[in-house]
């Protein structure tokens, strides 16, 4: 007989742990979350939760810990079928000499999307739950995006030089936008200016990126300060650094993503932290390519929100967020000469809250609050591993690694099931990626 003071709910997941990220620093013990139509209702001890709602699906993990979704704030999804194929070599010769001409011969919307598709597969069972992408034939992304019902930030790239995608600045910027009408509210896909970088395009794309991005009230996001090169030849062809040139632009505001900003200054970072702008850290990819190392503690002191991305697989060679929260922590801690340099926790929110807030989605994702969109993660730690569990958030970031995601709800809606993906087509998804891998070995 069913209890009429019960509240009827769709989920119910009662877990050991409970890491909501905010507040900062809360692990909650024997904890329990109560979702109904794609959000979180309630976040109380599991103790009391069969006292107070009855739910359409109820689990229990007892050996788990459940976390917001990790937040990818930077990748190239579709250049996973590009993985391996251009390693141990730096920045400017790993792109002029191998990567852009593999893509001027390759690249299609067909290419991006298995490349897209086998991105969010991998990530998908990395708990990560939302991406911000940035590569050609957004239109794929955000498509597979709706498909597979994974959250997505579909960039907008902007590029000087003709494309197989676009013939110059003022038709990438045509039809980004027609991507943005297209899915002007959607609940799962947002869309993000992204001009590739400083050196990619000329002052006028950039007035045009800025001036957009202020009527329709959305992100940009840029490679920016990546290498010590970079910064070189802007001083040699315009006579000051890339940042200096963004903010006479007006870029530089809290809707700006600076992604790798490696190569930073005292007065860069102040600059940085009076203008609001969110820098993306992607740490893995930045020591594949000796392109620098990103100056975290001392961004994180002078309060600028760092968020952390992959990049694509091509360069790191993995889409895996754990492997970030750790490489993260630990090059500052090098870096800092600091061992309390980025500590565990702030790791975590690098990869979740920091993530959602660089990316305009703050207020709906990336923590475990009332009200908030249900992306969840259970994580396994009862595995060798991390076993036994002293201190949960740093196993999380320090010795838990990416197979022990066991659950994953985007919205609510369960993608990942005891490690299993729904209604992704695993086998399918892999054949056409090996398919591709042929054909480009095969040149």
């Known amino acids: 007989m069913i209890d009429p003071s019960l509240t009827a709910v769709d989920l119910v997941i009662c877990a050991r742990w409970v890491v909501p990220v905010e507040p900062a620093g809360v692990v909650l013990d024997h904890h329990a979350i109560a979702i109904d139509a794609g959000r979180i209702v309630d976040l109380l001890p599991a103790a009391e939760a069969a006292g107070r709602y009855r739910a359409a699906e109820w689990l229990d993990r007892p050996g788990h810990v459940l976390i917001p979704g990790l937040v990818n704030a930077h990748t190239h999804a579709a250049m996973t079928l590009l993985r391996g194929y251009a390693d141990d070599l730096p920045l400017e010769r790993w792109l002029a000499d191998h990567i852009w001409p593999a893509e001027g011969r390759w690249l299609s919307p067909d290419f991006v999307h298995a490349g897209a598709e086998l991105a969010m597969l991998e990530m998908l069972g990395g708990g990560t739950t939302a991406f911000m992408d940035m590569y050609l034939f957004p239109e794929a992304i955000a498509g597979l995006a709706v498909e597979h019902g994974y959250r997505a930030a579909v960039g907008m790239v902007v590029l000087d030089q003709p494309t197989a995608w676009a013939n110059g600045p003022e038709d990438c910027l045509q039809k980004g936008l027609a991507l943005h009408d297209q899915y002007r509210g959607h609940p799962l896909v947002n869309t993000v200016f992204a001009p590739h970088a400083p050196y990619s395009v000329a002052d006028a794309g950039l007035k045009r990126v800025r001036m957009l991005a202020d009527e329709l009230d959305r992100p940009v996001q840029m490679h920016v300060h990546e290498t010590a090169a970079e910064v070189a030849g802007s001083i040699a062809a315009l006579g000051v650094r890339p940042l200096e040139r963004l903010d006479r632009l007006g870029l530089l505001s809290e809707r700006f993503m600076a992604v790798h900003a490696t190569q930073l200054d005292d007065a860069e970072i102040a600059l940085l932290a009076t203008r609001r702008v969110s820098v993306v850290h992607c740490p893995n990819s930045n020591l594949k390519l000796a392109s620098g190392s990103c100056p975290t503690g001392r961004l994180l002191e002078a309060g600028v929100n760092v968020a952390l991305g992959t990049d694509g697989a091509a360069s790191n060679n993995r889409l895996d967020m754990f492997a970030e929260m750790r490489a993260a922590a630990l090059q500052a801690k090098h870096s800092d000469n600091d061992a309390a340099s980025v500590p565990a926790a702030t790791a975590l929110r690098m990869a979740t809250l920091n993530g959602a807030r660089a990316l305009g989605l703050g207020e709906r994702i990336g923590s475990l609050e009332r009200g908030k969109e249900a992306d969840l993660v259970c994580v396994d730690l009862d595995d060798p591993a991390t076993c036994p569990v002293h201190n ?48 480009i070995h095969a040149r």
């Open 392 to 439: 949960v958030v740093s196993q999380l970031v320090y010795a838990a690694s990416s197979h022990q995601v066991s659950d994953v709800w985007i919205a609510g809606r369960r993608l990942l099931d005891q490690r299993r993906p729904s209604g992704m087509d695993r086998d399918g998804i892999l054949a056409r990626a090996t398919g591709w891998g042929a054909r």
